[in-house]
C-alpha cells in the first residue's frame, strides 16, 4: 500500500520511501519519538513546499510458523491472508502504486532501504521497458544489497523464505537486475548510501555496478542507524541536499521563453546585426537571426539567475564556432555562393549536430537559441564574418557610414 504522510498543494513531485526486509511503516521513525529521517527532510522548506512523501508498504516476515496449519485456516478466513512476495512480484505491487495511486504526479523519487532498494531498482529497470522516458527521476538506495547479502545465504539454508532467496549473494534475482542495470543507458540519476558500520550488507554490496560513474554517500553507520538518525547526520544533509538540487535541475529544464520576439530595432546596433547588414544578408535570414539571439539570451540570463555556471558552456560555443570555420572554409573555397547560403548552411549544421556534437545538458538550449549563441559570437568575436571579404578594417568603415545614416 501506499501511505501518504505528506501532502503539496500542487502534485508535481513525490518522494517514495521503501522499507527492507522484515521493515514496515516504522522503519521511517524513531522508536523514541525524535526526529526521524523524514521529519529532518521535510524541515526543509523548499522540499516542504515541493515534493509530496509516501511511503511504500508490502508483507515481509521472517519466519511464518506452521505455514500448512494457517493455510488450512485461511480457507475459512474471508479476510487477506498477506504472504512474503519475491522482489519481482513487490516490484509489480509498486507498478500499480504509481501507476494508479500516483498517476497525478509527474516526477517520481524513490528512496529505498535494504531490499527496498532493490524493489526500487526492478521497478525502474521494467518500467524503462515499457517506457522510454520513466516517471522516477531519482533514484537513491540507503545500504541497498546490490550484490546480494552472505547473511542471507545462511538463513536460505536454515528457513524457507522467498525474499532471503531473492537476497542472497549472486541470486537469480540479483544476477539478473545487475546485468540489466549495467546495460541500461537510460536510468535514472543514482545516488548510493553506504554505512560504513554495517555488518548485514557488505561495503562492495552496497554500490551498484553502473557503467558510469557513481554517486556514493559514506557515513558513519550500520545497517539500521542509516535511516533512523538521533541528529541531523551526513544522510540526512545528503538527502536535503539532493532534493534542492533536483528542483534547481527541474527549473532549468523548465526554463522557457514565453515572450514572443518583436523587432522594434532593439538590435539593430548590435555587433552582429551590423555584421549581417554589412554582408547583405536576406531580411528573412536576417529577422530570425534576430529572434535566435533574442532567444538564446533570455535562456542563458535566466540560467545565471538560477545560479548556474555560464564559464560552463564555453566548450558549447567552441563547437558552434568550429562548424561555422568549417562552413566559411567552403565558402573561401567557392563551395557556398554567397553570405546567405553561408549563413543557412551554418544554422542547417548546427540543426544537424543539435543532439550530436552539441549535446547539453539544458534542455532549454535546442536548435534555435544555438542559432543565438552563434550570433552571440559573432556580437563578442572579431573573427566571425558572412562575406570573404570583411573584417575589423572593412567593418569599422561600414559602421562610420551607418551611424551617419
Not at 60 to 84: G, H, R, V
Amino acid at each position: 500500500m501506499i501511505n501518504f504522510i505528506h501532502n503539496t498543494l500542487e502534485k508535481k513531485n513525490l518522494v517514495i520511501f521503501i522499507h527492507g526486509f522484515t521493515g514496515s511503516e516504522e522503519t521511517w521513525t524513531n522508536k523514541d519519538g525524535s526526529k526521524s529521517l523524514i521529519d529532518y527532510i521535510i524541515e526543509d522548506k523548499a522540499i516542504f513546499n515541493n515534493f509530496s512523501i509516501a511511503l511504500f508498504q508490502y508483507h515481509t516476515e521472517l519466519l511464518n510458523l506452521f505455514p500448512k496449519t494457517k493455510s488450512i485456516l485461511n480457507l475459512f478466513n474471508k479476510n487477506k491472508n498477506p504472504i512474503n512476495l519475491p522482489i519481482n512480484e513487490l516490484s509489480k505491487l509498486l507498478e500499480s502504486r504509481i501507476q494508479y495511486t500516483c498517476a497525478d504526479y509527474e516526477n517520481i523519487i524513490l528512496i529505498g532501504h535494504s531490499m527496498g532498494g532493490l524493489v526500487a531498482k526492478r521497478f525502474i529497470l521494467d518500467d524503462l521497458k515499457k517506457n522510454t522516458d520513466s516517471k522516477v527521476k531519482l533514484y537513491i538506495s540507503l545500504a541497498t544489497p546490490h550484490l546480494g547479502s552472505i547473511i542471507a545465504n545462511f538463513g536460505k539454508l536454515l528457513i524457507n523464505n522467498v525474499q532471503t532467496k531473492d537476497l542472497s549473494a549472486l541470486s537469480e534475482s540479483i544476477s539478473s537486475m545487475n546485468n540489466e542495470w549495467v546495460q541500461n543507458k537510460n536510468l535514472p540519476k543514482r545516488i548510493y548510501a553506504q554505512g560504513l558500520y554495517d555488518k548485514i550488507v557488505a561495503k562492495e554490496s552496497s554500490i551498484a555496478l553502473d557503467a558510469d560513474s557513481q554517486k556514493v554517500i559514506y557515513s558513519d553507520d550500520d545497517h539500521f542507524s542509516i535511516i533512523v538518525p538521533t541528529s541531523r547526520n551526513v544522510i540526512v544533509d545528503a538527502l536535503i541536499l539532493e532534493l534542492n538540487e533536483f528542483l534547481k535541475e527541474q527549473r532549468v529544464q523548465e526554463i522557457q521563453n514565453h515572450e514572443p520576439f518583436t523587432d522594434s530595432g532593439q538590435y539593430d546596433e548590435e555587433i552582429f546585426v551590423l555584421k549581417l547588414f554589412m554582408a547583405d544578408i536576406h531580411n528573412t535570414l536576417l529577422n530570425n537571426s534576430k529572434k535566435a539571439f533574442f532567444e538564446a539570451e533570455y535562456v542563458i540570463k535566466k540560467l545565471y539567475s538560477l545560479g548556474e555556471n555560464i564559464k560552463l558552456l564555453a566548450p558549447l560555443y567552441d563547437r558552434i564556432k568550429e562548424l561555422y570555420i568549417i562552413e566559411f572554409g567552403k565558402l573561401l573555397a567557392g563551395k557556398h555562393s554567397n553570405s546567405d547560403a553561408l549563413l543557412t548552411a551554418v544554422y542547417e549544421k548546427i540543426l544537424e549536430e543539435d543532439k550530436k556534437h552539441l549535446v547539453t545538458f539544458y534542455s532549454s538550449l535546442q536548435s534555435l537559441q544555438k542559432f543565438g549563441m552563434m550570433q552571440q559570437l559573432a556580437d563578442k568575436n572579431e573573427d566571425i564574418w558572412w562575406a570573404k571579404e570583411h573584417n575589423i578594417k572593412t567593418f569599422e568603415e561600414f559602421k562610420t557610414v551607418y551611424n551617419k545614416k
